[in-house]
């Protein structure tokens, strides 16, 4: 086989070749390493391990291919051998910065942070030009972020912008620590110092957006998205921003016209289509609304928000039937997803579809939805179907989660007098009444045969003549 050697996979070529004919064929060490890489990088790990084997057959003294091997022995968690050789080839090139590195990442995957952090220092001590130590100073960041320790990831941070003030990924990582420990003034300081050394930066006025967004200074955050969009205006991020912060000002029209851009910058995605459909639903114009949000689900039909905002739609409108069309249809794709289900239930309530509601609202708790009203709503709809064993099980439940709760209380005292078990009845009753004496009208409302009880009766007079 004629081989052509201006092919920029020659080596990669010529090495599979070797392997399919196991013919053994020399590589300098350099083609060794960018056979591997290439590998690694595509995920062929085997045979990464076996260009690994045949070049540290040819060249047993390479640090790099050694290198490589320690990377491999760490992806398959073989800390110790990995550990062995790295001191090995520490005594050979005490001075080598990769060395370091690679031992940092065997501490840091057994997660020994700390070690890892004093090991990358010793190799940022080793060169002591700072902006050689981008690279090192992003590592040190992260092993701080793995120990939640915000603070000392920020200063690392910051060196790495130091070194390069194009290094967004560090400035990102900055804000991302500012945010999570509620430092917003902060951020924007800092953001606002960077902008001063970087006034066309697109990234540092749309973070600068987003942190006055946090603090509801919607003002400035819409004149940071716009310097941001004057930097580069074809970000679409900056547009999204924007018109999330004129939906705050109330400024509908010009929010739509936002998310319209990023529509003709970039294949549309469903997050704009979905605020179109809210803002033009807020502006009146329900017809646009109604074909947004259908856009919106036909973009992705997995954005539960789509679903949910088109439902919401034909509720808000009194058109349940579209509305259980809407949400039958989202649950076909996600049977799992615990807001279809409660929505579910309510329009089939309001539809008097009992039994489709208490089935709904039964698979809401079972995928964890434990708000109050779930269990009142369910065990109503059960005491409505006549089933009060089950209604009084699912009020039972429920005081697992609210164990001193009035409307269960009520509600259990009823079914309990209902059942003609007055020992039980008198009990709950009483406990809904030195709960709170006002809900006393849902013994009425729900059951009031039992509300023309004597004894019923009898003890909520009892109950006013003591409280006064």
């Given at each position: 086989?004629?081989?052509?050697?201006?092919?920029?996979?020659?080596?990669?070529?010529?090495?599979?070749?070797?392997?399919?004919?196991?013919?053994?064929?020399?590589?300098?060490?350099?083609?060794?390493?960018?056979?591997?890489?290439?590998?690694?990088?595509?995920?062929?790990?085997?045979?990464?391990?076996?260009?690994?084997?045949?070049?540290l057959e040819q060249h047993p003294s390479s640090i790099n291919l050694r290198l490589f091997q320690v990377?491999?022995?760490?992806?398959?968690?073989?800390?110790?051998?990995?550990?062995?050789?790295?001191?090995?080839?520490?005594?050979?090139?005490?001075?080598?910065?990769?060395?370091?590195?690679?031992?940092?990442?065997?501490?840091?995957?057994?997660?020994?942070?700390?070690?890892?952090?004093?090991?990358?220092?010793?190799?940022?001590?080793?060169?002591?030009?700072?902006?050689?130590?981008?690279?090192?100073?992003?590592?040190?960041?992260?092993?701080?972020?793995?120990?939640?320790?915000?603070?000392?990831?920020?200063?690392?941070?910051?060196?790495?912008?130091?070194?390069?003030?194009?290094?967004?990924?560090?400035?990102?990582?900055?804000?991302?620590?500012?945010?999570?420990?509620?430092?917003?003034?902060?951020?924007?300081?800092?953001?606002?110092?960077?902008?001063?050394?970087?006034?066309?930066?697109?990234?540092?006025?749309?973070?600068?957006?987003?942190?006055?967004?946090?603090?509801?200074?919607?003002?400035?955050?819409?004149?940071?998205?716009?310097?941001?969009?004057?930097?580069?205006?074809?970000?679409?991020?900056?547009?999204?921003?924007?018109?999330?912060?004129?939906?705050?000002?109330?400024?509908?029209?010009?929010?739509?016209?936002?998310?319209?851009?990023?529509?003709?910058?970039?294949?549309?995605?469903?997050?704009?289509?979905?605020?179109?459909?809210?803002?033009?639903?807020?502006?009146?114009?329900?017809?646009?609304?109604?074909?947004?949000?259908?856009?919106?689900?036909?973009?992705?039909?997995?954005?539960?928000?789509?679903?949910?905002?088109?439902?919401?739609?034909?509720?808000?409108?009194?058109?349940?039937?579209?509305?259980?069309?809407?949400?039958?249809?989202?649950?076909?794709?996600?049977?799992?997803?615990?807001?279809?289900?409660?929505?579910?239930?309510?329009?089939?309530?309001?539809?008097?579809?009992?039994?489709?509601?208490?089935?709904?609202?039964?698979?809401?708790?079972?995928?964890?939805?434990?708000?109050?009203?779930?269990?009142?709503?369910?065990?109503?709809?059960?005491?409505?179907?006549?089933?009060?064993?089950?209604?009084?099980?699912?009020?039972?439940?429920?005081?697992?989660?609210?164990?001193?709760?009035?409307?269960?209380?009520?509600?259990?005292?009823?079914?309990?007098?209902?059942?003609?078990?007055?020992?039980?009845?008198?009990?709950?009753?009483?406990?809904?009444?030195?709960?709170?004496?006002?809900?006393?009208?849902?013994?009425?409302?729900?059951?009031?045969?039992?509300?023309?009880?004597?004894?019923?009766?009898?003890i909520i007079f009892e109950n006013k003549k003591t409280s006064n």
């Amino acid at each position: 086989m004629q081989y052509s050697h201006n092919d920029e996979n020659f080596s990669l070529t010529r090495f599979e070749s070797m392997l399919k004919t196991n013919d053994i064929l020399f590589f300098d060490s350099n083609e060794f390493e960018n056979i591997i890489h290439h590998y690694l990088e595509n995920g062929k790990i085997a045979l990464a391990k076996r260009a690994i084997k045949l070049g540290l057959e040819q060249h047993p003294s390479s640090i790099n291919l050694r290198l490589f091997q320690v990377e491999i022995l760490v992806i398959e968690n073989k800390f110790k051998e990995a550990d062995d050789i790295l001191e090995m080839l520490h005594e050979l090139e005490p001075n080598n910065e990769e060395i370091y590195i690679q031992k940092a990442n065997v501490l840091s995957k057994q997660d020994k942070h700390l070690e890892a952090i004093r090991t990358l220092i010793s190799a940022i001590d080793l060169s002591g030009i700072p902006e050689d130590n981008a690279d090192l100073f992003a590592l040190i960041g992260m092993e701080y972020l793995f120990l939640d320790d915000f603070q000392n990831a920020i200063i690392y941070f910051k060196k790495c912008l130091e070194a390069d003030m194009t290094d967004y990924g560090a400035l990102h990582n900055i804000i991302y620590c500012y945010d999570f420990l509620n430092k917003n003034e902060e951020a924007i300081e800092y953001l606002n110092w960077f902008i001063d050394l970087n006034p066309y930066c697109e990234v540092a006025w749309h973070q600068l957006g987003r942190q006055y967004f946090a603090i509801k200074d919607y003002p400035r955050a819409n004149t940071a998205f716009d310097f941001a969009i004057i930097s580069d205006d074809t970000f679409v991020g900056a547009y999204i921003e924007k018109g999330k912060v004129l939906e705050k000002l109330k400024l509908y029209k010009e929010a739509i016209e936002n998310y319209k851009i990023t529509l003709a910058i970039d294949e549309p995605t469903s997050f704009a289509l979905l605020r179109i459909g809210h803002c033009y639903e807020k502006l009146g114009q329900d017809n646009l609304a109604v074909q947004f949000f259908q856009k919106t689900i036909d973009d992705d039909a997995l954005l539960d928000k789509g679903w949910i905002a088109i439902t919401k739609f034909y509720m808000k409108r009194l058109d349940y039937q579209k509305a259980l069309y809407y949400i039958k249809s989202a649950v076909n794709i996600d049977s799992e997803n615990v807001l279809y289900w409660k929505l579910y239930a309510t329009i089939n309530k309001r539809l008097n579809f009992l039994e489709e509601a208490e089935y709904g609202y039964k698979r809401s708790l079972e995928l964890g939805n434990y708000e109050l009203d779930t269990w009142l709503d369910r065990a109503d709809i059960l005491t409505s179907l006549g089933e009060r064993e089950a209604a009084i099980t699912t009020l039972k439940d429920a005081q697992a989660f609210y164990p001193e709760n009035a409307e269960i209380e009520y509600r259990l005292a009823g079914l309990y007098f209902s059942e003609l078990d007055e020992s039980k009845g008198r009990f709950h009753l009483k406990n809904a009444l030195k709960l709170n004496e006002e809900f006393s009208f849902i013994i009425s409302e729900l059951f009031p045969k039992v509300d023309n009880m004597p004894l019923v009766k009898a003890i909520i007079f009892e109950n006013k003549k003591t409280s006064n």
